[in-house]
């Protein structure tokens, strides 16, 4: 069981606008900023977001994170078919020490 | 750009040592610019963190491996290894190695492609 609680699932539309949530605690989110990855089972994982809300250089614009509190989002506009994917959050927890993922949420482009 | 390569078996008997080789291209495993990270996801579930190493030898682990993991760098080879005893079928997983840079928590720059490992008689 995951400290980091994500949707299981979500989906969306080509062209539609969809949110992943992650919640924690103040241990890890509320003390700690959040970073997001893209997996596809078989390749690398990619990061999406870190430090909350910043995306790292050819990470299109289309992806953007958020946070308040002890939760995240990962927002994708303009969805396209190959975003079809499992995403993580990520954060720090300074009880455990130790880094976090999220259970991670599929995507699906219907 | 910095690359990884993860090696070793792809099969470990129940109760024995997986033993995980990550060799690095594009940085020195003796800077402090990353922290080397372990990291498995196994099928049908989400990515769990196993544990880093910094550059002076220091570790952070995952508290519920801790007891089984050692995360060693060997920076004259330029690479760092992973070594998870007492394996069970639920240690079946891909491994994949990666760096996260120092200068943030949790930033996984640079990832391996990721090594299958099963455990099984």
Redo the contacts between chains.
């Keep these: 069981q995951s400290v980091l609680t994500q949707p299981p699932s979500a989906s969306g539309t080509p062209g539609q606008r969809v949110t992943i949530s992650c919640s924690g605690s103040r241990y890890d989110i509320g003390s700690n900023t959040v970073s997001w990855y893209r997996h596809l089972p078989g390749t690398a994982p990619k990061l999406l977001i870190y430090v909350d809300n910043q995306r790292p250089s050819g990470v299109p614009d289309r992806f953007s994170g958020s946070k308040s509190g002890t939760s995240a989002s990962l927002a994708i506009s303009g969805l396209q078919s190959e975003d079809e994917a499992d995403y993580f959050c990520s954060t720090w927890d300074d009880s455990l020490n130790g880094a976090l993922f999220g259970g991670g949420t599929k995507l699906t482009v219907l | 750009q910095v690359h990884l390569q993860e090696s070793g078996p792809g099969l470990v008997k129940p109760s024995q040592t997986l033993s995980l080789t990550c060799t690095v291209s594009g940085a020195s495993t003796s800077s402090g610019d990353y922290y080397w990270t372990w990291?498995r996801?196994p099928?049908g579930k989400?990515?769990?963190?196993i544990?880093?190493i910094y550059a002076s030898g220091s570790t952070?682990?995952?508290?519920s491996l801790k007891s089984r993991v050692i995360i060693s760098v060997d920076t004259f080879n330029n690479q760092f290894s992973l070594r998870l005893n007492s394996v069970t079928a639920a240690d079946t997983a891909?491994y994949?190695c990666a760096s996260a840079?120092s200068g943030?928590?949790?930033?996984?720059?640079y990832?391996?492609?990721?090594t299958l490992v099963t455990v099984s008689s």
């Excluded at chain 2, 952070?60 to 508290?63: D, E, L, Q």
């Excluded at chain 2, 990832?111 to 990721?114: A, I, Y």
């Design positions: 990291i996801r099928a989400g990515l769990e963190w544990g880093r952070n682990y995952n508290p891909v994949y840079d943030y928590y949790v930033k996984i720059d990832w391996g492609q990721g």
